[in-house]
């Protein structure tokens, strides 16, 4: 078994997040931008869920401060230049969406899903980039829609679920 077991409770947060990480995914890529409004409702959605298909009080705070601690860790690749603020700011609520238990190979599956998307975004700016292309991941900016990791990583993880 690739995943640990977890009750329906614990997974609906994820199945909330699913269709607006794809929106936030697409978004970015097209226009290397997470609007905050989008980020807030996210989040709003995320933590809705807690209280209708209650978590366990440890699950739900355990979730919180990993959020909290991976948007300190963000907060600071923001300021070194190394990530935008959409990417900052989704990251965390992302993550308040993934059981605890699933942390692990939800990263693993992020790391994985990165590198396909940066495989991808090279392959298609050789083939269809241009400086005046209307979808600005495919322009020579050396800069990767993060927004689009975060989204594959998140629909791999509910596919290992339900393959399980």
Known sequence: ???????????????????????????????????????????????????????PFE?????????????????GMFAAGLLGGGDAKFFPVVLLAIPVAWIGPFL??????LGITFAILC??????????????????EPEVPLGVPMALSSFFLVALAVAA
């Open 1 to 55: 078994m690739i995943l640990p077991d977890l009750p329906l409770n614990f997974l609906t947060p994820l199945l909330v997040l699913i269709p607006l990480v794809a929106v936030a995914g697409w978004i970015d890529f097209s226009r290397l931008v997470i609007p905050n409004r989008l980020v807030l409702l996210t989040c709003v959605a995320i933590l809705t869920t807690f209280g209708a298909a209650p978590l």
């Open 59 to 75: 699950e739900a705070a355990m979730r919180v401060l990993i959020a909290l601690l991976s948007f300190a860790v963000c907060c």
């Open 108 to 113: 693993m599956l992020y790391g994985l899903s």
């Open 123 to 140: 392959a298609g700016r050789l083939t269809l980039g241009s400086p005046n292309a209307e979808i600005l991941s495919l322009r020579p």
